[in-house]
């Protein structure tokens, strides 16, 4: 059909005769025209005229011509008046009729053919009425003419006729390699997946299951490439050598699989006892699933063998992790429990191999899984050495951001400080802001118990812009080198902030936490707002445990707002692991309305009072009758010195004065404030016409985000008014929060924006340094 295109395109064929009639083309072209119109007419014609084709014919027919040759039911005739050679396969059922296999005008052509066929089709139409069919046959003589070095059990194997397989010439043949590709006809059962072949093959024909073709392959090979598992069962049902040997490439079957991704062929192999400590072109089998990114594969193994995850490849001693190539599959090893500072016989960790081959999404993954970002390798050199000299800025922060340091010589004395001042000023710039902080420290985890004024921190609500509070804090360990759980005594958060006034109530690490909002954020935020509460809730089970009450660990006192939706107007509520004061105790309102009292401490579940902090309204649903507490106290600095004032008071009504401590650092931490935008309009009026609608609609969303945002504010007047009340009363007060370059969302998953919302608070730490420094003087004063 291309020819024919080719005929209907060609310019020659438009031209038009010059004026006065003549022709206005030269008679070279003239020839070329006819030349290629008679080209295209015959392959035209050749589309239609299949020498091959298998046709019915009447024997009859052919009385009158002379027949050149005769073996068995076949008769090669000499077709006299259309001077052809005609090939018919006399049909031994019905001796009047029969099948044209072709007509050909050569006689040796002819005479091939005829040898051919005469050779391989016995055995089918002997032992199948089946193949005396027109579709059958024609499939038949196509193969014997494409694969002439096929056996007739290879041709058998691809006709599919159970029948032929009891004929003794095609036993005969069940194991020839006599062909291009040295494949025997179970090769090739295996890889057209056709179980009922395979066990005529295997019962009746005896084929043997570990011969190899000459890519060394043997059937499994075969049928791990095919699309059928049951074939690979059926070959797994006999012991066999085959299953384990390895091709010319150094695969198994089982190496093969894991390159291909066939979960199910690894599952079946496997359950044949297949051998994962065989080694391969790129180590074990495990090894393989993970250099091609095969997820399955790899869980298969696992499952399967659970030490496999720990296996180190001959080549270069490197774990699976090493091998990762992107964060899902290094997530699924760490997951289950993968060594994420497992070091290659180089004395590299994944977190090196990562850096060099800047997976930014593996180092994320890694470094959020604990991973040491300090680890020296090869040559002493740290992953932070190796992304300087890689002069990667994305990687550098996010190394430095989790620990690593600046100034650590490799074996040849050279720092990443001093790498970076030979590649780019940016770099340098890097560096100063990392050489503030403190090198790597051990927390003293020992409550000053002597303390005579009480220490309370605030934590604001901001959803996965928690990360912010949890590096400052961070900062505050390091410079202090006391846990945050033993420098505070009052702890109170909001929405993200009560998730983590609940890991410092818990003793988990800052550090660890900070790997674990990371890791959160892709459980949580899956699909579209609002999301489902189910994988909240499963984390907070996990962090929190499934039956902790508030009143388990009663150091340091924590407090969570929450939001009171189950009545109007709504009320704050604060979650506590302590005895509420009398006053807080006391309805605010009528006592006639029936209202259902707030859960006692002493009964409330710590993953129950986290998931009520947090229901952020349209990011998830409402926890029962509680909305997020960032509804009314975003920035709990003032409900919670509120809070402590009624706590003391009730101490003292109680005859327990000498129990009352004054507050004397209030420390409020918050999520990053957001860059100020202009708007255009606010306005909210009745249109006219379709201008005035667009611009009412307009406005009416950007008056609905100036309520919220003016409503959940953290910063602002919700600030002046705490300081006032602090610099009124003689208690220090300290705000920190770093200024962002974008807006971030509360349900951000980017790990390069975080990483910059890090960076951008490590900038703030070391513009700040002073204010830091003094904030930790105070806060270790006797």
């Known amino acids: 059909m291309g020819d024919r295109a080719q005929l209907t395109r060609d310019p020659v064929l438009f031209q038009t005769e010059g004026a006065g009639g003549g022709s206005s083309q030269p008679a070279p072209q003239k020839m070329q025209f006819f030349g290629r119109l008679v080209n295209t007419l015959t392959s035209v014609t050749n589309l239609f005229s299949n020498p091959f084709r298998v046709k019915e014919v009447a024997v009859a027919d052919y009385a009158s011509s002379d027949r050149v040759r005769e073996e068995g039911q076949l008769v090669l005739f ?51 009425s089946q193949v005396l069919h027109l579709e059958v046959l024609q499939h038949l003589t196509d193969l014997i003419r494409n ?16 029948e032929c397989f009891h004929h003794s010439r095609i036993i005969s043949c069940a194991n020839s390699t006599e ?31 570990d011969v190899t073709d000459n890519k060394g392959e043997t059937a499994f090979h075969y049928a791990v490439q095919g699309d059928n598992s049951q074939v690979l069962q ?37 359950l044949c006892n297949a051998r994962c400590n065989i080694v391969g072109p790129g180590g074990y089998p495990i090894h393989t699933a993970m250099k091609f990114s095969q997820k399955g594969c790899a869980e298969m193994i696992i ?86 000299s890689k002069d990667n800025v994305e990687m550098i922060k996010a190394l430095i951001v989790f620990g690593a340091e600046v100034d650590t010589p490799n074996d040849f004395g050279e720092t990443p400080a001093l790498i970076a001042s030979k590649i780019s000023k940016q770099l340098q710039d890097l560096m100063h802001i990392s050489r503030a902080r403190k090198p790597a420290f051990i927390l003293n985890s020992m409550r000053d118990e002597k303390r005579t004024h009480d220490h309370l921190l605030c934590l604001d609500g901001g959803g996965v812009k928690g990360l912010v509070i949890i590096q400052l804090l961070i900062a505050i360990e390091k410079a202090s080198g006391v846990a945050t759980k033993d420098l505070f ?42 999301y489902e509460s189910g994988p909240l809730e499963e984390f907070l089970k996990r962090e929190f445990g499934e039956h902790t009450k508030m009143t388990d660990v009663r150091k340091p006192k924590v407090m969570l707002t929450g939001t009171l939706s189950d009545r109007q107007p709504a009320e704050l509520h604060l979650f506590r692991n302590y005895e509420a004061p009398e006053a807080a105790r006391e309805p605010r309102f009528s006592s006639s309305i029936n209202l259902k009292p707030p859960t006692h401490p002493s009964d409330q579940l710590v993953w129950r009072a986290a998931r009520s902090s947090g229901a952020a309204p349209t990011y998830f649903r409402p926890n029962g009758r509680f909305l997020d507490g960032g509804l009314l106290a975003n920035n709990p600095t003032l409900d919670a010195m509120t809070e402590i004032h009624e706590y003391n008071q009730d101490l003292i009504r109680k005859g327990q004065a000498n129990k ?16 100020q935008v202009p708007v255009t309009c606010v306005d909210v009026f009745r249109p006219s016409n379709p201008w005035e609608l667009a611009k009412t609609v307009f406005g009416a969303k950007e008056l609905g985000k100036m309520v919220v945002d003016c409503c959940t504010d953290p910063d602002g007047r919700a600030v002046d008014r705490a300081r006032a009340w602090c610099e009124m009363v003689g208690i220090q007060y300290f705000r920190l929060n770093p200024q962002l370059g974008t807006d971030i969302m509360l349900d951000e998953v980017s790990d390069a924006v975080l990483v910059d919302a890090l960076w951008e608070t490590e900038v703030y730490i070391y513009e700040h340094r002073e204010q830091f420094q003094k904030l930790v003087q105070l806060l270790l004063a006797p």
């Open 489 to 530: 005594d009052w702890v109170a958060g909001t929405s993200t902030g009560g998730i983590l006034a609940l890991a410092i109530l818990h003793s988990k690490s800052m550090a660890y936490m900070r790997g674990v909002y990371f890791r959160m954020k892709d459980e949580v935020f899956r699909g579209s707002r609002p």
């Open 303 to 388: 499952s399967m063998d659970s030490n496999q995850i720990h296996s180190k490849d001959p080549r270069y001693g490197a774990s699976p992790l090493h091998w990762a190539k992107n964060a899902e599959m290094a997530r699924m090893l760490l997951r289950r429990g993968c060594d994420v500072d497992s070091t290659s016989a180089s004395g590299n960790t994944a977190l090196h191999v990562a850096v060099m081959r800047g997976r930014f999404d593996c180092v994320m993954v890694l470094l959020t899984h604990g991973a040491n970002a300090g680890a020296r390798g090869e040559n002493g050199n740290t992953p932070l050495h190796l992304a300087m």
């Open 78 to 128: 000499q077709n006299t008046p259309s001077r052809t050679w005609d090939c018919i396969l006399v049909n031994p059922r019905h001796s009047q009729n029969g099948f044209r296999l072709f007509q050909l005008e050569s006689e040796a052509d002819a005479l091939v053919h005829f040898q051919q066929f005469s050779s391989q089709l016995p055995p089918f139409y002997e032992s199948s």
């Open 147 to 162: 694969h002439p070095s096929w056996s007739v059990a290879h041709l058998a194997v691809e006709l599919g006729i159970r």
């Open 660 to 675: 009352v401590k004054k507050l004397s650092i209030v420390v409020s931490l918050g999520t990053g404030r957001s860059p």
């Open 234 to 270: 059926l070959l797994g049902k006999n012991a066999s050598a085959g299953l384990n040997q390895v091709n010319n490439q150094g695969l198994t079957p089982l190496h093969l699989a894991c390159q291909l991704g066939k979960q199910e062929m690894v599952r079946v192999l496997l």
């Open 179 to 209: 062909n291009e590709e040295g494949c025997t006809p179970l090769h090739l059962a295996c890889r057209k997946g056709d179980g009922e072949i395979l066990v005529e093959l295997v019962q009746y024909c005896h084929a043997q299951m």
